[in-house]
């Protein structure tokens, strides 16, 4: 069926507005006093409220789709779950959200990493949705958001000034050992399911494209992890401050 007339867009924008309607609801609630003082900040703290609640919610649920379709594992082009379409469906509506939100709130100059990024997903994650195909693909994609839980604690800590708390401490080696489990290896995983189809010049060579770059931002991504929590420079970058991806 012809996306125009696909009934998964009601699925689509019912997920878009869903996340609207929470961020709306998560800014009613109190802000830390450093959070408050900063317009920046706050909005930041927004979003990534927004964020940690879609990282919760599709990385417990993208558990569950492995736990009760394990197909979707190995037959990730032609396995195929309720429960998973769904959960591409959410996904993208986040997407699709947390895009519009960035845009809206005059912020994509300081997040134009984040909107290539959401860009990639959305193609990728469109695909399934409109397709029915690499819905297992998909879900093994949003395994990532398991990790995302550590990594969106860690910015907001940052955002707080928070870095000298045995919390953050305890959260940056427990989000290490999170981003090998849920986030690279699920990236190399696919990336090898993918390099089948090079030089098709079909779907999945699509897929493989999107994937490449996914996985040259992740490493990028995780360079800038390991310089900021574990070799730190001696005075932050100042160019850096007001930068969305909180290294």
């Not at 990282?55 to 394990?70: E, R, Y």
């Not at 850096?240 to 909180?246: A, N, V």
């Amino acid at each position: 069926m012809p996306p125009l007339l696909h009934p998964a867009l009601l699925l689509l924008l019912g997920a878009t507005l869903t996340f609207r309607a929470l961020r709306r609801a998560l800014s009613r609630l109190p802000l830390p006093a450093h959070v408050r003082a900063d317009p920046l900040r706050t909005w930041r703290w927004h979003n990534l409220l927004v964020s940690f609640t879609h990282s919760i919610v599709s990385g417990i649920w993208a558990l569950l789709c492995v736990w009760q379709t394990p197909e979707l594992l190995v037959e990730i082009e032609t396995a195929w779950s309720l429960s998973g379409y769904l959960l591409v469906c959410l996904s993208a509506g986040y997407f699709i959200h947390d895009t519009v939100d960035i845009v809206v709130s005059r912020q994509a100059r300081a997040s134009w990493e984040y909107l290539v990024h959401h860009v990639m997903a959305m193609g990728a994650f469109f695909s399934g949705i409109f397709w029915s195909s690499f819905v297992g693909g998909g879900v093994i994609t949003l395994l990532v958001e398991v990790s995302n839980i550590f990594l969106t604690i860690r910015m907001m800590m940052k955002i707080c000034n928070a870095q000298n708390l045995l919390l953050y401490r305890i959260n940056k080696y427990v989000n290490l050992i999170m981003y090998f489990l849920f986030r690279l290896a699920p990236q190399a995983y696919l990336t090898y399911f993918f390099l089948q189809y090079v030089g098709q010049g079909n779907q999945g060579t699509f897929l493989l494209g999107i994937l490449l770059m996914l996985d040259v931002m992740i490493l990028i991504y995780f360079s800038r992890l390991l310089r900021s929590d574990f070799c730190p420079e001696r005075v932050p970058s100042p160019q850096h401050k007001d930068k969305f991806l909180t290294e």
